[in-house]
């Protein structure tokens, strides 16, 4: 494997620690958990396991949101069967097609991440939580298997059909307005005023464009100022050296306002799962660039399906850029495809948004509804995949066949040594 699958996994886990230890430290939070009183706690869950303190802390049921969708540890923690031949693990570029080199290599990453976060991850969490949380007795190991529900940003349409148990809820594109919002006055006259077509560019909120190396933004500059397009870019400084004409920057455009304008004919993004929902409930083709984390994954999924094109920054160059825009841009093919996916993700019988608040109202109205939990999820990871049983059975196996052969062996020196001292006493 190409990449150094610890490491990732170290970053990722540091970069949560941070964000988890940076909401407990809040001086806001902390005057919440000191003074306030709720009847249900819904929190971003992925990887922020001290957040489950919440939870006994209030006396309160807990809802999980995952802008990333379902992987690995949310499936465990809701005892939900995700088998890895066709589950690939969200830090890896695969997708649920994989060949048996991609099979055998995603299961080795996910081993890895399931040691990654017993090991190391999970006993950080817990020091956060001794620490921020100390009249919270439950280690977080235990805390996080007494979650209510899991609201899950993802869609079949768009990912694949899996297994979800009843308290797994797919709301993928639920931060999507119903209806586009009115541009700011200043953008909307750009698009007016726009006789071309336009490309909007965001790398979303982690990945800061300011921060390119001065050699990747002249790329991106050069190859804008030869296109015969309008270009909006999430710039996060008021000053782009080198800028073209024909390029319009900003530290922040209201994205899925943006990409419901007609005139925009391209989305060049990271491949964030939130962005990417909003490119398909918009019907617009992407030119994927991802940086991290679910991103490789993303991307991959969209090219699969035919509406986007993927890109590695660290190879990226003026002509390679330029072809895949002017590819994308002329080549219908690409438009027709986010089209039907789009129509795919539209077609059902609620909104995302109106389904996360059904299932939040019903969490309130059966007080955490126990029913709808998995058994899996009050076992440990031997026993819900039955290894301690499967263990038992194959030491039981290979012990009677270890006799077995101990038996054959002893029989064949009984009787060929029997043979043999006949011989002996015939001669």
């Known amino acids: ?114 040691l990654h976060y017993y090991w190391i991850h999970l006993p950080r969490q817990e020091q956060l939580k001794e620490y921020y949380m100390p009249h919270i007795k439950q280690h977080v190991s235990s805390l996080r298997k007494n979650i209510s529900l899991f609201l899950l940003n993802q869609h079949f349409s768009l990912s694949f059909a899996r297994p979800n148990v009843p308290n797994m809820i797919e709301v993928g594109g639920f931060q999507i307005p119903s209806e586009p919002n009115p541009l700011p006055k200043d953008i909307r006259a750009i698009i007016d005023n726009s006789a071309q077509d336009i490309i909007y560019f965001s790398m979303g909120s982690n990945v800061k464009s300011k921060d390119f190396p001065p050699k990747t933004l002249q790329i991106f500059n050069e190859v804008f100022a030869q296109l015969p397009y309008t270009v909006l870019w999430k710039y996060e400084n008021p000053q782009l050296p080198g800028k073209p004409s024909n390029v319009f920057i900003n530290p922040w455009y209201p994205q899925a306002d943006i990409l419901a304008e007609k005139k925009v004919k391209l989305f060049i993004s990271h491949g964030g799962l939130l962005s990417t929902f909003e490119a398909v409930h918009h019907a617009k083709p992407m030119l994927g660039i991802p940086i991290f984390f679910d991103q490789n994954l993303n991307v991959n999924n969209a090219q699969k399906r035919g509406f986007a094109i993927k890109l590695d920054i660290a190879t990226l160059t003026p002509s390679l850029l330029k072809e895949s825009i002017l590819e994308m841009m002329n080549n219908g093919s690409y438009s027709r495809k986010i089209k039907e996916i ?54 039981g196996f290979l012990a009677v066949l270890s006799l077995t052969i101990w038996g054959t062996v002893k029989i064949f020196r009984f009787v060929f040594s029997g043979r043999a001292t006949t011989k002996v006493k015939k001669n």
């Open 1 to 114: 494997m190409k990449r150094n699958v610890w490491s990732d996994l170290t970053f990722t886990a540091e970069f949560f620690y941070n964000v988890t230890r940076s909401v407990l430290r809040c001086p806001e939070v902390q005057e919440l958990l000191k003074n306030e009183s709720f009847d249900l706690a819904i929190i971003e869950a992925i990887n922020a396991e001290a957040w489950y303190s919440f939870g006994p802390h209030f006396g309160i049921p807990i809802i999980g949101v995952s802008s990333f969708g379902s992987d690995l540890i949310i499936n465990d923690l809701m005892g939900n069967p995700a088998p890895f031949a066709y589950t690939p693990s969200m830090g890896s570029a695969f997708t649920e097609e994989m060949t048996y080199w991609e099979r055998l290599q995603n299961v080795v990453i996910q081993l890895l991440q399931l």
């Open 342 to 395: 789009s129509q795919r993700y539209h077609d059902k019988p609620m909104k995302p948004l109106d389904l996360a608040i059904y299932w939040t109202e019903y969490i309130l109205r059966y007080g955490g509804a126990q029913h709808i939990r998995s058994p899996a999820q009050r076992m440990n990871i031997l026993q819900s995949h039955s290894i301690d049983t499967i263990g038992v059975l194959l030491g």
